[in-house]
């Protein structure tokens, strides 16, 4: 089993930047690809961004290219998201997740089986 807890949401102004952090803990080694989704109210989840703890250039989905960075560290077992340049549209839950699967599946949401509880980030215009 493997658990995810999200921190670093909050309240910030448009422009403005903040950076979620995901810590991992349990049977890690069943995770493969580490992505952030995210939810805003009355819409469904999407995919933000992608990355592997094996390595690799990461993906993200194009509203958010340019202005979000997925990282890792792996001796810490946290996988990040910094996001700057932040819109109002960029408002919702933020969730961590990790798949098994390593392939192109991994950008949509049936492809993960941990979930974390859920970040709120709130850009005011």
């Known amino acids: 089993q493997v658990q995810l807890v999200e921190s670093g949401g909050g309240l910030v102004q448009a422009g403005g930047s903040l950076r979620l952090s995901c810590a991992v803990s349990?049977?890690?080694?069943?995770?493969?690809?580490m992505a952030w989704f995210r939810q805003a109210p009355g819409k469904e989840r999407e995919f933000v961004a992608k990355?592997?703890?094996?390595?690799?250039?990461?993906y993200y989905a194009d509203s958010v290219k340019g202005r979000f960075t997925i990282s890792r560290d792996n001796a810490k077992n946290t996988v990040y998201l910094q996001m700057n340049s932040l819109k109002p549209e960029d408002t919702a839950v933020y969730y961590c997740a990790g798949s098994r699967r390593s392939d192109a599946t991994t950008s949509y949401a049936y492809a993960y089986v941990y979930w974390g509880q859920g970040t709120q980030v709130t850009v005011s215009s």
């Open positions: 349990g049977s890690i080694f069943d995770t493969d690809t």
């Open positions: 990355i592997w703890w094996s390595g690799g250039k990461p």
